[in-house]
């Protein structure tokens, strides 16, 4: 039966990295990320970001495509913020992405990494190289 260790650091942010990703609705962008993730075959590993990105460290099944599945990701989430109308505006992401495979070894500094992602930024103490 065939196996796979593919891990991966995606970052993605809000269409012009407005600071839209507000306390009202990061919760339920952060739960409908979660929730497309898992249903797609994906095990999520974390989840993080601040008010114009997010973070997510995944392991992505071998049979999807990366492109198809943070694509999937993206729109769905999107759009099922949109439908519960509690922005005052359109939510919407950038189309571009950044993705990173990482060793099994970076994974726990990775995770650390995403969750505490407003930490990092209001500390100034992000990495360049693992943002976007």
Request: proline share 5%; hydrophobic share 35%.
């Amino acid at each position: 039966m065939p196996h796979s260790r593919l891990y991966y650091h995606a970052i993605w942010g809000t269409k012009y990295r407005e600071p839209t990703i507000t306390p009202q609705i990061e919760s339920h962008i952060f739960d409908f990320i979660r929730s497309k993730a898992i249903g797609l075959g994906g095990y999520v590993y974390a989840l993080g970001g601040t008010e114009d990105h997010i973070h997510l460290v995944v392991h992505i099944p071998r049979t999807m495509p990366v492109s198809q599945y943070i694509g999937k990701i993206k729109g769905s989430s999107s759009a099922r913020l949109n439908k519960l109308d509690i922005c005052t505006d359109k939510f919407y992401w950038q189309s571009e992405y950044a993705i990173f495979t990482i060793s099994e070894f970076m994974l726990p500094r990775l995770i650390h990494y995403a969750e505490n992602q407003k930490a990092h930024h209001n500390n100034k103490s992000t990495r360049f190289s693992l943002e976007l």
